[in-house]
């Protein structure tokens, strides 16, 4: 019997294979469907949520601060009072009137609960719910009736003795201005209470001696901006203070003698000295013409210099010279002046240079010499600069660096640099220090010397940055760190200063 034909119809249906059902068209229509939920979570998140948000979180602050304001907390450091609520909903949509009226009930709320506070005797309680009231703008008339009620309790109730017992206590333990628990505002409070309490006055006036001695004191050092802050402290609390005009005085006179002190010293060529003492004007006020016109007056003494070591083809020396120049007066005709005058140097040393003759450099070489001779008997062995014998003989070196004779006259000249470094250092003028320094290094001077130098100028640095530090003058201290880090970078003692000083410029 033969096998059956797999393509007869005849053949057993066991035989043939199923149909599979298409499943393609399916994935299609679930993959359809994914992607438009997604896009439209999309859409409804762009076009819904994100232009819905602003307004749905000012209301929740709102609704927020009602309930605050319900409740009783008007004012909340932590951000969950009425009135920081109600002040973020403002910042979200200055233009909605909502969080004003809100913060006008914090301020009427404000004035019932200091009324209600003064009436059970809680004073501080009350005090501080008027200032809340005054921040924001409670109607006047109930806020000082308010106060008045505050005043006539306080009084009845014996509280003036009180005051003036914590006042001088906090008097004796240096606890002078500040917060309401130091001296000068309980003394306040007490004087309110009884303007004629003579405890009260005698120590306030005590009190204000002290911030007065500390003015002038502070004058004596030259911390002029700290001495102005203190004598305002005084005003502000008793204008007529016995010492007062006397110590306002002595402030205009320090001013005026420091303005004719950087007048003299750059009149006699120590700009450095004038520009730090005109800058310590400018800081304490920023209006002061006259300091103003002194930076002015440096730069362009700053661009003569810079002619000078021109002249002598000591371009390094002049462009130093220009770079202060700039910075100080850089709109200023001298200092363009001066700029010129050194290119065209540049030019005439350029074409100079390379035909030069020997006769000529070596008469340019005798000049030099001369010159630094009659320089160093005037005394003037390094300043002023560009006419100081140092300048002459550095100009005659770049001529002729191998020349016997002017190695003489270098080696004749650096003792007189040491005794100058030495002396600036006793002086405590460091900055002459420091150009002696650099002229001990320009004339040859042992290196391990030199290093010694740098060392103990550096750590001089920072011993004032630690003075300045002490005084409560960050930004003095910073620049003394600024200083001794520029003469030498790895002074010993640098990076623990430098901890100490920012530590200082973030605490409170």
């Not at 096998?3 to 298409?22: I, S, T």
């Not at 806020?143 to 009620?149: G, L, M, P, Y």
């Not at 002396?423 to 900055?431: F, K, Y």
């Not at 002696?436 to 320009?442: K, T």
Request: a neutral charge; glycine letters at 6%; charged letters at 30%.
């Amino acid at each position: 019997m033969s096998a059956p034909d797999p393509l007869d119809a005849r053949a057993p249906m066991a035989r043939r294979p199923l149909p599979v059902p298409e499943a393609r068209p399916w994935r299609w229509i679930v993959g359809v469907v994914c992607v438009s939920v997604v896009l439209l979570v999309v859409l409804v998140r762009v076009l819904v949520v994100e232009r819905l948000w602003p307004e749905a979180r000012v209301q929740a602050l709102l609704d927020d601060g009602a309930m605050a304001l319900d409740a009783g907390r008007l004012s909340d450091p932590d951000g969950d009072g009425a009135r920081q609520l109600y002040e973020a909903a403002l910042a979200l949509d200055p233009d909605d009137m909502r969080p004003r009226t809100g913060l006008a009930r914090v301020a009427g709320a404000a004035v019932v609960q200091a009324a209600a506070a003064v009436e059970h005797g809680r004073f501080d309680e009350a005090r501080t719910a008027l200032k809340l009231a005054s921040e924001l703008a409670a109607p006047r008339e109930y806020v000082e009736a308010v106060a008045r009620s505050l005043q006539r309790r306080e009084a009845a109730g014996a509280g003036v003795d009180g005051l003036v017992a914590q006042a001088q206590a906090a008097q004796a333990a240096g606890r002078l201005d500040g917060p309401e628990d130091t001296a000068l505002p309980l003394f306040r409070r007490a004087l309110a209470l009884q303007p004629d309490h003579a405890e009260a006055l005698r120590g306030r006036e005590d009190t204000l001696g002290i911030l007065l001695d500390r003015a002038r004191t502070g004058l004596r050092a030259g911390h002029l901006r700290e001495a102005a802050d203190l004598i305002a402290q005084v005003r502000g609390y008793d204008a007529g203070h016995v010492d007062l005009p006397d110590t306002e005085a002595r402030l205009t006179e320090e001013l005026d003698a420091l303005r004719r002190r950087a007048a003299r010293n750059l009149q006699a060529g120590r700009v450095e000295r004038a520009v730090a003492e005109w800058r310590t004007l400018l800081a304490f006020d920023p209006q002061d013409a006259r300091a103003q016109r002194g930076l002015l007056d440096a730069g362009a003494a700053y661009a003569q210099r810079a002619e000078r070591y021109a002249r002598d083809f000591s371009f390094a020396d002049a462009e130093a010279q220009l770079r202060e120049a700039r910075a100080l007066a850089p709109d200023s005709d001298a200092v363009a002046r001066a700029e010129a005058h050194v290119a065209r140097s540049r030019a005439r040393h350029a074409r100079l240079s390379p035909q030069l003759p020997p006769a000529q450099r070596r008469q340019r070489v005798d000049v030099l010499l001369r010159e630094a001779a009659a320089a160093e008997a005037r005394g003037d062995l390094l300043a002023p600069p560009g006419d100081s014998a140092y300048d002459k003989i550095r100009a005659a070196r770049g001529i002729a660096p191998d020349d016997r004779a002017v190695a003489r006259a270098a080696a004749r000249l650096l003792p007189a640099a040491r005794q100058c470094f030495d002396a600036g250092l006793r002086a405590n003028s460091l900055a002459r220090a420091r150009s002696c320094l650099d002229a001990r290094e320009a004339l040859g001077d042992e290196a391990a010397g030199v290093r010694d130098a740098r060392r103990r100028l550096a750590l001089r640095w920072l011993a004032i940055g630690d003075e300045r530090l002490g005084a409560g003058n960050i930004t003095g201290a910073e620049a003394a760190l600024a200083s001794a880090r520029d003469v030498e970078p790895g002074v010993p003692g640098h990076a623990e200063f430098a901890r100490r000083l920012r530590a200082a410029s973030i605490r409170p």
